[in-house]
């Protein structure tokens, strides 16, 4: 079992150059925070774009919460980014990014068990892995290692929170806002894998291998939400999507021919996940244009 982890580990080590964009490749100098002005011709194509989807998909009296980020063109839309709600599985990015905070020879030395099984978390969403490594760090830890990069400010909306390990009971810390036992925000996950790009967290050969983390391509995407709006098309995506009864997020790092961007967005209604598919959709017709 180990020896078929350690290939796997090679071959992904081996393709990581085309599974994943270089940190140099995005502006360093850019920063998202609560002041980031939006681009109004960007603005005002993503909110047509969400009132035209909600209205097919028969969410108009549900608001969405939505953020593009286009790093090529350093372009910024956002709907709603500081609506905290539950996120589902989106949160679990929180226990990636503690993991390598609180053990840094793994930037460099991971081991391939254990970067099989984060991939499981990150990849496949699982939540055994989830709580396997949330018990080993403990959720104050975790909590600690997101308020140090400002993934969430109370006084601001919230953002990302990891307060229970996931699907099991006993331990839960509620965020101090809204209560919710996993919480996100759009503007706070935009800005998780805008650092994880930039090779920020961390440092940028932990960003590195979170980045091969979300790639492994051992590990299939599930055809859902943003990956089946784009199916069929030239793109690479590093994603971490939620879903829990009507909570139906997505989230990811869009790459392809003339295009590099992240897409976030928050849904909370049964018809979620055929918004989220063709969001996905439009808004890589829309960056795949020239400007």
């Known amino acids: 079992m180990r020896l078929c982890l350690l290939l796997m580990t090679m071959i992904c080590l081996s393709g990581c150059q085309s599974a994943s964009v270089r940190t140099d490749a ?26 035209r989807l909600r209205e097919r998909c028969g969410m108009t009296a ?24 539950y996120a589902a599985s989106v949160a679990k990015v929180g226990i990636l990014l503690a993991y390598f905070q609180l053990h840094p020879d793994a930037a460099t030395h991971l081991d391939p068990v254990v970067r099989h099984e984060l991939g499981l978390m990150a990849k496949a969403s699982s939540n055994e892995m989830a709580a396997k490594y949330s018990r080993q760090m403990g959720l104050r830890q975790i909590q600690e290692v997101l308020n140090s990069y400002h993934f969430y400010d ?7 929170w990891v307060g229970r390990h996931y699907g099991v009971d006993g331990e839960r810390i509620g965020d101090p806002l809204a209560d919710h036992s996993h919480a996100m925000t759009v503007r706070q996950v935009l800005r998780f894998y ?21 790639a492994a391509p051992d590990i299939p995407h599930d055809d859902i939400k943003f990956v ?21 997020h997505d989230s990811a790092v ?33 960056l795949a244009r020239r400007p």
């Open 154 to 160: 109370a006084r601001r909306g919230g953002g990302l």
């Open 254 to 286: 869009i790459t392809g021919p003339g295009r590099h961007y992240i897409l976030v967005a928050m849904t909370h209604h049964p018809n979620g996940d055929q918004y989220l598919a063709d969001l996905a959709g439009a808004v890589d017709d829309l």
């Open 62 to 85: 549900e608001p969405t919460a939505v953020g593009v980020l286009d790093l090529k063109r350093r372009r910024l839309a956002l709907i709603n980014p500081d609506r905290i709600d």
């Open 26 to 51: 995005v502006c360093q100098s850019y920063t998202l925070d609560y002041d980031t002005p939006t681009d109004p011709a960007l603005q005002a194509e993503l909110e047509a774009l969400d009132a």
């Open 194 to 214: 805008l650092l994880l790009e930039q090779g920020k967290l961390v440092s940028p050969q932990a960003s590195q291998t979170m980045r091969e983390i979300f």
């Open 228 to 248: 089946k709006g784009l199916a069929g098309r030239d793109v690479r995506i590093l994603r971490k999507w939620g879903s829990w009864k009507d909570w139906l």
